[in-house]
């Protein structure tokens, strides 16, 4: 039965092939159509086959192997072939496990597609049964067209290190040609699988990509060392655990930024596990320790979960953190820079440092407002109205401790207008900050003033008075009482300097030179620790400069103006 089954089947394979020949039809191999030009059955189990100019007697069992052998060994028939399906016949062929048909297609590979085609069908031969066979069939390929152009190049590293991943040792063999000449190509494509294993935490690729590397070149150079010491690094950083904080952590920071290769490896991992740790100290309502952990980060390669997590330390950072954190030069530069790009960063780090000024100023320490000025000025320069109130406000509380050398240098940094409130204030401290505009938004009110009254008398009958002789002092007094240090000011920037320095030492302006001397050494006396009793007190200390600055003005004044005693 079996030998009549036999008989059968050969009958029915010559009657098809007798008629393949007689109509021209195509032979399906692999789901690939085949065209064959002869196809006639000869001897029991062989046929003649002709295609182009090969011709030949080949047994059934070697029939399709032939017919594919035929096209991909001539380059007259590989044109014929339609490259659309190279790459249908190479996988269907796979999963028939016809790995030698496979294999001759995939020889010709690189003549039949372009580079983008070949990597793609590398990609889809994947890594099943047979795989690694038809890849090195695409290496031959590829090395006996050598050299190759630009063009090829990435396609050509990528099917080494596929080979490579699994014997290296072959590649070096069959295809020094591409594994010499391309080397480097090699290298950088092995780096950057390395580098993007590490940056998705997946160390143990990175591993064996790193085992490939020292298999295909020198094992003791020192770019080697220095990705395997990435590596022991990426692994540390990994095994943090953020929720204890990644203090231990702040100095590969410091080596990202020295080193590039390190910077492009392990800072994504840096970054994102610092995220990770801020949530948590953030969640524990440590927002002070998060800002410094965040801190730690590069200003140009912050992401938005940078500033998510930076606004949210902000908000919810405690009272008795917050100079801290903005004394904190790292944290305060790294929240400028911030700033500078994310205005609701920049709203809420005004607003600490406002509210700090005015806590600083309850707690009678003005002069630690020059810190939170520096501060603000950061991310506001001048000329700014915000920043000047701030000044203003630092004046004034320097006036009410009696220290007018400092007030007045806060007033000298005002950069825009003052209110007409600020210029009364000051000037009932006897501080004329523009002599001319206090004249008039003070003196001219008043004038008016007193001219609506004489108005408001003039419709009044005129009484008789007695006639009074004239002298000529009346009017020289009139002038000048009340309003000479005015009027000196306003002729002379100088002269009211002069006058502003002896009210400081608490003279009036008839003082002599003897008389600002021993109102300087009064003064001085009054501050010594020995009478104060203090050894160190910043307020008398800053009353001494004071006191000082204007005792020397004086007397450099009264040269200048050539003052000179009656």
């Keep these: ?15 098809v092939l007798s008629s393949a020949a007689v109509l021209g039809e195509s032979l399906t191999i692999s789901g690939v159509n085949f065209q064959v030009d002869q196809l006639e059955p000869a001897d029991q189990g062989s046929f003649r086959v002709r295609i182009g100019k090969q011709e030949a007697l080949v047994s059934e069992q070697d029939l399709e192997r032939f017919i594919v052998k035929a096209y991909f060994s001539s380059e007259e028939l590989a044109i014929r072939f339609d490259p659309a399906k190279l790459d249908d016949f190479i996988l269907n062929s796979q999963e028939n496990k016809d790995i030698d048909l496979a294999e001759l297609a995939a020889r010709w590979a690189k003549r039949l597609l372009g580079p983008r085609e070949f990597s793609e069908l590398a990609q889809r031969i994947g890594d ?20 190759l152009s630009q063009e090829w190049l990435s396609a050509a590293a990528e099917l080494m290190l596929k080979t490579a991943a699994h014997d290296a040792g072959w590649l070096r063999l069959n295809c020094a040609k591409l594994f010499y000449a391309y080397s480097e190509e090699l290298k950088n494509l092995l780096e950057e699988r390395i580098t993007q294993a590490l940056a998705q935490l997946d160390t143990e690729a990175a591993s064996e990509l790193l085992a490939v590397r020292e298999s295909l070149f020198n094992s003791d150079s020192e770019r080697l060392q220095k990705l395997r010491l990435i590596l022991s ?24 930024k020295q080193d590039s290769l390190h910077g492009q490896v392990l800072y994504p991992l840096l970054a994102t596990k610092v995220h ?12 002070a320790l998060a800002l410094t952990m965040l801190s730690r980060t590069e200003l140009n390669r912050r992401t938005p979960k940078t500033h998510e997590l930076i606004l949210a330390s902000l908000h919810s950072l405690k009272p008795k953190y917050r100079l801290a954190v903005i004394s904190d030069s790292t944290t305060s530069q790294f929240l400028r820079g911030l700033a500078l790009n994310d205005e609701a960063i920049k709203a809420v780090y005004k607003m600490l440092i406002f509210d700090l000024a005015e806590s600083e100023l309850s707690a009678g320490k003005p002069w630690a407002l020059d810190l939170l000025l520096s501060r603000l000025l950061a991310v506001q320069p001048d000329p700014y109205h915000e920043n000047d109130q701030l000044r203003m406000k630092q004046a004034r509380a320097y006036l009410s401790m009696n220290m007018r050398g ?9 950069r825009t207008e003052i209110s007409i409130f600020d210029h009364m204030r000051l000037a009932l401290s006897g501080i004329f900050i523009r002599p001319g505009i206090v004249f008039v938004l003070l003196f001219l009110p008043l004038s008016l003033l007193g001219c609506a009254f004489l108005y408001l008398f003039r419709k009044e009958p005129p009484q008789k008075e007695p006639p009074r002789s004239k002298t000529p002092e009346q009017p020289k007094s009139s002038q000048s009482s009340g309003s000479e240090p005015i009027s000196r000011s306003s002729l002379s920037p100088r002269m009211s300097d002069y006058f502003r320095n002896l009210a400081v030492l608490g003279l009036g302006a008839k003082a002599t030179e003897k008389d600002i001397k021993a109102a300087y050494r009064n003064a001085v006396k009054k501050l010594h620790p020995d009478a104060t009793g203090e050894v160190s007190n910043p307020i008398a200390s800053e009353q001494f400069i004071t006191l000082t600055e204007a005792y020397e003005r004086s007397l450099q004044l009264r040269i200048e103006l050539k003052i000179v005693d009656e």
């Design 1 to 15: 039965m079996p030998f009549r089954s036999k008989a059968l089947l050969a009958v029915i394979l010559l009657v």
């Design 128 to 147: 099943g049964a047979g795989s690694q066979d038809i890849v090195k069939a695409m290496l031959r390929g590829l090395n006996e067209s050598y050299p």
């Design 233 to 256: 690094r990426a692994e540390t950083i990994n095994s943090s655990d953020e929720s204890q904080g990644v203090e231990n952590l702040y100095p590969l920071f410091e080596i990202c």
């Design 276 to 287: 990770a740790a801020a949530e948590h100290a953030i969640q524990r309502g440590e927002a």
């Design 406 to 414: 400092a007030a007045l240098r806060k007033l000298d940094d005002v």
